[in-house]
């Protein structure tokens, strides 16, 4: 039976965007009672937008891969691993379509420099990045999967062993703008998390 039709929007439609919001916003305050998260933050196939203030990663290495979001054929993207990342002023968003309109889940975090975002073995599945990027050591054309620093390649993705890599002693990036299909995290440690959905969309709303 087909579902309910409003507004150009399937209620199932709706109620498959929303759970596994509803669902990782569950998890992440359980893991925050115990102090540490380790998750990833995917939502439904869509793209999210991310901004920090500053990122300072140790072990750093990016390869290209093939991203398989839920409900989309393959996606290329670049992904960037860091062995032990340092954020301050980190905002993930995602616009969910529904019936009553846009609603963006932001989520906020590390918005205290004394207090930063801390994550291990972090990855980052993006499309588009903009920062003021600092690399040291950093060695370019390596091999991917042969790379000195880094956590290694996520095995969860399709990646070429032999394709082109580049990695880096340690990074700074700074004024962070970029959209990914998906974070992940062996452990994230969201200090001051923020947690709120909106209505709308686009600048103001979202994280830019």
């Given at each position: 039976?087909e579902?309910h039709v ?12 929303m ?6 916003t569950?998890?992440?305050g ?10 990833s ?22 390869y ?16 960037s ?64 999967g042969?790379?000195t ?5 996520d ?19 700074v ?13 994230f ?14 600048k ?5």
């Amino acid at each position: 039976m087909e579902s309910h039709v409003r507004g150009g929007t399937r209620w199932r439609r709706f109620a498959v965007v929303m759970v596994p919001s509803v669902a990782a916003t569950a998890a992440i305050g359980v893991a925050l009672a115990q102090g540490a998260l380790a998750a990833s933050f995917s939502v439904s196939g869509q793209q999210f937008k991310v901004t920090a203030e500053t990122l300072h990663g140790e072990g750093f290495e990016q390869y290209g891969a093939l991203d398989v979001p839920s409900g989309k054929g393959p996606v290329p993207v670049a992904v960037s691993a860091f062995t032990d990342a340092t954020i301050t002023g980190l905002c993930q968003s995602v616009v969910i379509p529904t019936p009553i309109g846009d609603v963006t889940l932001k989520l906020k975090a590390g918005t205290n420099p004394k207090n930063p975002v801390v994550a291990h073995n972090l990855y980052i599945d993006l499309d588009q990045l903009d920062a003021d990027a600092t690399f040291n050591h950093i060695n370019i054309g390596v091999a991917a999967g042969s790379t000195t620093y880094g956590p290694g390649i996520d095995n969860k993705k399709t990646t070429d062993p032999g394709s082109f890599a580049q990695e880096a002693e340690s990074a700074d990036l700074v004024n962070v703008h970029q959209t990914a299909w998906g974070t992940s995290a062996g452990t994230f440690k969201l200090a001051g998390l923020s947690l709120r959905l909106h209505m709308g969309s686009g600048k103001g709303v979202e994280c830019y």
